[in-house]
């Protein structure tokens, strides 16, 4: 009876070890990164143990205390490394959307690698096959097919989701410097963690008058700002899916939100996102709030990255004539509510007016197929809706 109970507790024993070796060497897989990458979807609890340290890391403020300082060095860190997982790991590595020299960008993969959201390699293999299969079953992070705590959190515990497939990202992969910086992907945020340790020594010793020191400013600076940092990230998986408006027809549910774009940077814009990945704005139009497009555009003066590629006036075009379409039907159903609103004796007048004075200007859809999209006002709406027929008192 012995030996049955040995055998079965032996490749428990062996995946465990294999998955403390891969807490420092990512690409560490006796068995095979592709075996590994076939198995069904199982939370691999021995190497996610640095990712649960990561959480419990932030009880450490019940000992350390905060301080004005260490609060803002943490949302100062939360937004900067947002932009390195925005403007770096996504919209330079996943979709080179613009250019810099192999030294820039080994720079960029190292400020990228203190998001601690693994290599930049990893990070790009998994977003172009998210691209590749949306909301399809092989999709890792579908809120759709998988639901939302996985397609948030659970996709990453995955044992078969922890191999980077260098054979897909073969454009990343030739670079050595890289591919040892995705291996070793705990290097640079042991190193990150480890210089915030040493400045809050520093400036206990020579500015006490701020209040911190090494592990608050650890606690402060690395978990608490890296655990808001990856939940900030994972709703873009999570809810950029679920949550908000559909301009683009795309053959996935990616939607367009304000509140997601401010969480992240402009990363909420995923529907345009899913519609034209190659430019490096999300935010298509002047009024999409897109902070990493700006900073990318500031950068770009400087010489350090060049060949922003713009959206193009074909994808312009088709947003502005999506969004006339949407506003016309919002009109339409706006309209029905009026006539069963108590201010039904109210709204037929000045629809009747608006109607009337439509009437008057030709050719409306003219501005749309040139420029970029333009809201129509309710004068413009009413004419399209009912051209012909008269005005409802
Ligand atoms: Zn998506
Ligand atoms: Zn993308």
């Given at each position: 009876m012995a030996a049955p109970a040995q055998t079965n507790r032996r490749p428990i024993l062996r995946r465990a070890l294999t998955a403390m070796v891969q807490w420092i060497d990512?690409?560490?897989?006796p068995e095979g990164a592709e075996k590994m990458r076939q198995e069904p979807d199982r939370v691999d609890w021995v190497r996610v143990l640095p990712f649960v340290f990561l959480h419990l890391g932030c009880l450490g403020v019940i000992w350390t205390g905060a301080s004005a300082f260490a609060v803002w060095t943490a949302v100062a860190l939360y937004f900067i490394r947002m932009f390195a997982v925005t403007g770096v790991h996504h919209r330079y590595f996943s979709h080179k959307t613009y250019s810099t020299s192999r030294f820039g960008q080994f720079l960029l993969a190292v400020f990228a690698a203190t998001a601690v959201q693994r290599g930049s390699l990893w990070w790009a293999y998994h977003h172009r096959h998210h691209h590749q299969h949306s909301d399809e079953p092989e999709d890792a992070h579908s809120p759709h097919v998988h639901g939302f705590w996985w397609s948030h959190i659970g996709w990453i515990t995955s044992r078969r989701n922890f191999p980077t497939d260098y054979s897909t990202i073969k454009d990343l992969a030739k670079y050595p410097e890289l591919v040892w910086l995705n291996r070793f992907d705990m290097v640079v945020p042991t190193l990150f963690a480890l210089a915030l340790f040493g400045l809050g020594a520093w400036l206990e010793s020579f500015a006490p008058q701020l209040g911190t020191n090494s592990w608050q400013l650890l606690v402060w600076g690395f978990f608490i700002s890296t655990t808001f940092l990856f939940h900030g990230t994972g709703c873009i998986n999570s809810m950029a899916h679920l949550m908000g408006r559909r301009r683009f027809q795309t053959g996935d549910d990616s939607r367009n939100s304000a509140i997601l774009a401010v969480i992240t940077l402009g990363e909420g814009w995923h529907n345009n996102h899913h519609r034209f990945q190659s430019c490096t704005r999300n935010g298509f139009y002047w009024w999409e709030f897109d902070p990493t497009y700006y900073g990318l555009k500031l950068l770009s003066f400087t010489g350090f990255i060049r060949g922003l590629k713009p959206v193009p006036q074909s994808i312009l075009a088709e947003g502005a004539h999506a969004d006339h379409h949407a506003s016309v039907a919002a009109a339409q159903t706006a309209s029905v509510a009026h006539a069963q609103s108590s201010l039904r004796r109210v709204v037929p007048t000045a629809a009747a007016i608006a109607v009337a004075t439509a009437t008057a200007s030709p050719a409306l859809p003219v501005h749309k197929q040139n420029g970029p999209a333009v809201h129509k006002d309710v004068t413009e709406l009413a004419h399209e809706l009912n051209p012909k027929q008269p005005p409802m008192i």
């Open positions: 990512s690409d560490y897989c």
